[in-house]
T-cell receptor, first 116, second 110 residues
Framework: GAVVSQHPSRVICKSGTSVKIECRSLDFQATTMFWYRQFPKQSLMLMATSNEGSKATYEQGVEKDKFLINHASLTLSTLTVTSAHPEDSSFYIC????????????FGPGTRLTVT | GDSVTQMEGPVTLSEEAFLTINCTYTATGYPSLFWYVQYPGEGLQLLLKATKADDKGSNKGFEATYRKETTSFHLEKGSVQVSDSAVYFCALQLDNDMRFGAGTRLTVKP
């Protein structure tokens, strides 16, 4: 158990458009989901923490209006990159923590976003 | 704040060589410690973990022991394979807060 999926796995969009990335916990309910960004050959950078039914908590330096996070249910969180620019191109990874514990993060396979 | 420092790569080894990737941490409490592996183009997969001092995590021939006295969680494998080529991340978790090391790229040559 504890499978997290992301959709799409890869997306290419034009500059100025918006892109939505979904993160789903397939076989468990997730009280908390996290969104990370990974630059080439670098570690993961936490962008925001989202709890079901409440506003996401963004890390310092992450633009809330740029990266919209919605945690609509205990199995789904979405990240929308608004008015995307080439510098938003990156690998986005989500993770989730089981509602019932233990407090271990289960990671999704990642979404490669390329903005042209 | 809490942080993880791991050995910088890249690391290149021949098949069947011994592997050590060093990881040390700084934490205000008693974190859980993890090693994750990332294959090209994929997300992170949990390799092993330890939740308290002196615990040893092991999986697929990899091992790491939670050393509180040296605040370390070094990853070891006695005989690496070409298929072990990947990026390895050391991480700590305290409550819901997870911190990652910079990652170490391992390349194993036949």
């Amino acid at each position: 158990g504890a499978v997290v999926s992301q959709h799409p796995s890869r997306v290419i969009c034009k500059s100025g458009t918006s892109v939505k990335i979904e993160c789903r916990s397939l076989d468990f309910q997730a009280t908390t989901m996290f969104w990370y960004r990974q630059f080439p050959k670098q570690s993961l950078m936490l962008m925001a923490t989202s709890n079901e039914g409440s506003k996401a908590t963004y890390e310092q330096g992450v633009e809330k209006d740029k990266f919209l996070i919605n945690h609509a249910s205990l199995t789904l969180s979405t990240l929308t990159v608004t008015s995307a620019h080439p510098e938003d191109s990156s690998f986005y990874i989500c993770s989730a923590i089981r509602l019932a514990g233990p407090y271990e993060q289960y990671f999704g396979p990642g979404t490669r976003l390329t903005v042209t | 704040g809490d942080s993880v420092t791991q050995m910088e790569g890249p690391v290149t080894l021949s098949e069947e060589a011994f592997l050590t990737i060093n990881c040390t941490y700084t934490a205000t409490g008693y974190p859980s410690l993890f090693w994750y592996v990332q294959y090209p183009g994929e997300g992170l997969q949990l390799l092993l973990k330890a939740t308290k001092a002196d615990d040893k995590g092991s999986n697929k021939g990899f091992e790491a022991t939670y050393r509180k006295e040296t605040t370390s969680f070094h990853l070891e494998k006695g005989s690496v394979q070409v298929s072990d080529s990947a990026v390895y991340f050391c991480a700590l978790q305290l409550d819901n807060d997870m911190r990652f090391g910079a990652g170490t790229r391992l390349t194993v040559k036949p």
